[in-house]
């Protein structure tokens, strides 16, 4: 039996479940650390209508597996397990599988358990010289750098971030590497504090119009509605917004704007994790000052407090 944080759609509870089987092609991971999303804050008000085992945030240690050289391995894994057969899943983009399940989102029990079943061929092996602690960022890292898949930021971008968070600050990371000049706007005085210690140039969301007139690039990340609303308002004409919140609900707005001037709108999701573990591995980028506290399972519900107060960046579980 294990520990398992189980989501019925309207509470969360600890339980005990059995330990989930292998079938051909899986493998079985024991879990050492899972990361906190705000994705899975949205889960809880609704989002995607998921039931089971939510986190999708993880490193472990494979306990089984159809490739016996993983066992005994550190691992972290894709989140998205695609069909295998249809023409995206051929091209290596299972996040966009028609018939996908998604790790603690949609269809596929996670990371906020003792014991998880992915996909063998999801998993990556973690680097010796990469910590439990890095290795767990993985996830946001990918997700942060499919930004410079999706759109090429040169140095001479002038570049905005919305939002100051965790996915946030792992973007600013990301795209420091491109040598773009980088504003952030933020809303928390203990979180800009973090971002300066970076480097990074940070003004208050309610001023950022009046420090600079409008942006090449405006990365939306403050899994806010309100952060569109600013973001439309920076973007300069014929400039890019790139979309990274997800959150339970409509977007209301006004098309009018993006058609005058011809503003072009990009949604980004999930990225490729073995660049992820390359920029941890080279030292490139390092995401460990961002976990705040750790927690048991038993503590859950102390731990998805603290990651909702609006003041802390990551909160981690630690089996």
Known sequence: MMKALYFN??????QEKTIPKTEAGQSLIKVALAG???TDLEIFKGYMSFEGVPGHEFVGVVQESSDSSLLGRRVVGE???????CNYCKAGLERHCQRRAVLGIAGLNGAFAEYLVLPTANLCVVPESVS?????FVEPIAAAAEILEQVHVIPASDVLIIGDGRLAY????????????????????NKKTLFEKIGATVFSSSHILSVKDKFDFVVEASGSPSGWDLAVSSVRPRGV???????????????STLVINEITTVGSRCGKFRPALNLL???LINPTVLISESFKLDDYSAAFEKASDGKTFKVVFRM
């Open 9 to 14: 759609g309207t509470s969360l509870a600890l």
């Open 170 to 189: 792992l973007i600013f990371l990301i795209l420091r590497l491109t040598g773009a000049n980088i504003t952030v706007a933020s809303k928390h005085e």
């Open 132 to 136: 439990d602690e890095n290795a767990v």
């Open 241 to 255: 917004i790139v979309l990274k919140s997800t959150y339970h609900g409509t977007l209301e707005f006004n098309a």
């Open 281 to 283: 591995s080279r030292g």
């Open 36 to 38: 906190i999303c705000r």
């Open 79 to 85: 989140i998205n397990a695609g069909c295998g057969r």
